[in-house]
């Protein structure tokens, strides 16, 4: 498995802009299909995006599509979300998964490597 480190969380107004980063530690992260997943208070953790392993398919939840962006560089152990146009029920604790198995389209909490997770809160 890998170790996944999530960064970039804080307080943004809504229609402003945040970007999250995910460093993940282990060798064969370049092999991982990678997401992300928040949770709300009081809510159940909710798939929002993915990307497969080479980075060529990304799919979204469609509560975030056309706003939230995924990607990922390999070569630094890295994946991103960037998050255009919040919301203030996008506020929510966010985490970084990843897993080598799970399919990318359908990525379920089942996901093997996840994060600690980082906040977002988003003030209207």
């Known amino acids: 498995q890998v170790r996944l480190v999530e960064s970039g969380g804080g307080s943004v107004q809504a229609g402003g802009s945040l970007r999250l980063s995910c460093a993940a530690s282990?060798?064969?992260?370049?092999?991982?299909?990678m997401g992300w997943f928040r949770q709300a208070p009081g809510k159940e953790r909710q798939w929002i995006a993915s990307?497969?392993?080479?980075?060529?398919?990304?799919y979204y939840a469609d509560s975030v599509k056309g706003r939230f962006t995924i990607s990922r560089d390999n070569a630094k152990n890295m994946v991103y979300l960037q998050m255009n146009s919040v919301e203030p029920e996008d506020t929510a604790i966010y985490y970084c998964?990843?897993?080598?198995?799970?399919?990318?389209?359908?990525?379920?909490?089942?996901?093997?490597?996840w994060g600690q997770g980082t906040q977002v809160t988003v003030s209207s």
């Open positions: 282990g060798r064969t992260f370049s092999r991982y299909n």
């Open positions: 990307i497969s392993w080479t980075g060529g398919s990304a």
């Open positions: 998964a990843g897993d080598m198995q799970i399919p990318v389209s359908t990525m379920t909490s089942a996901v093997g490597s």
